[in-house]
């Protein structure tokens, strides 16, 4: 598939649906579907334990799954005007049911803060994939499938944070949205048709890229420079 710009310069747009029937007899909307399942799934394991952190009843453990599991594919189809993909298909709202529940009677234990962080960082690796590929197959440019990768990663989790009044990733000096960056960048820029990678290559080498750079961060306090203000001289200072 290719793009005119003003300048009537012919622009490639990866086509992941293409890619894939290179190498597989299934269409595009199955294989994204099941990713898609499981990393609603992951994500909504992740705002239960949200919820078990701060020890709520059932309907709040659901509610936290929910809102993570499904609020960063619900942004990037609105973004990208597509249906809203739990909306169509409610089975993914039954996935996060389920899954809350399991969480609320498994029971306590010292694990969950650990657990926490690990599913978030396996559902972040998953849906930078995921929503980048579904941006693509919607034929949306590659830079704009990074986006949609980006914020399809980490849009649940913000708010699964906000709302549970804990300090948000965003605003933590730790290594978070540049790993759904990286992983978005590294899956759209090996699926481009002239590489012929088909969707598992790129697929698996964007989630180990996002998930890997997560979990150093997690296991090893990885963070990137911050912003280093200068400090305006006095007029002693000035003098000397």
Known sequence: MTLRSNSREVIPVPDVAEAIAQVSPLPLELWVAGL???????????????????????????????????????????????????????????????????????????????????????????????????????HVPPVAAVAMGVISATFGGVIRDVIAGEPSALLRREIYVTSALIGALVFVGLSHPSLNLGFWGPALAGFLAGFGLRAGAILWAWTLPGFQARERATPADERD
Not at 38 to 65: M, N
Not at 128 to 136: E, N, Q, W, Y
């Open 36 to 138: 898609d399942y499981a990393g609603v799934a992951v994500f909504a394991a992740s705002g239960a334990l949200a919820a078990a952190r701060q020890k709520h009843d059932l309907i709040t453990f659901i509610f936290f799954a929910i809102i993570t599991g499904v609020g960063g594919g619900t942004l990037r189809d609105l973004i990208i005007q597509k249906p809203v993909f739990w909306i169509v298909n409610d089975m993914y709202l039954f996935v996060s049911v389920v899954v809350a529940v399991l969480v609320y009677i498994s029971g306590p234990g010292r694990w969950r803060l650990d657990a926490l962080n690990w599913l978030d960082a396996i559902g972040l690796g998953a849906y930078a994939v995921i929503g980048a590929a579904k941006a693509l197959s919607a």
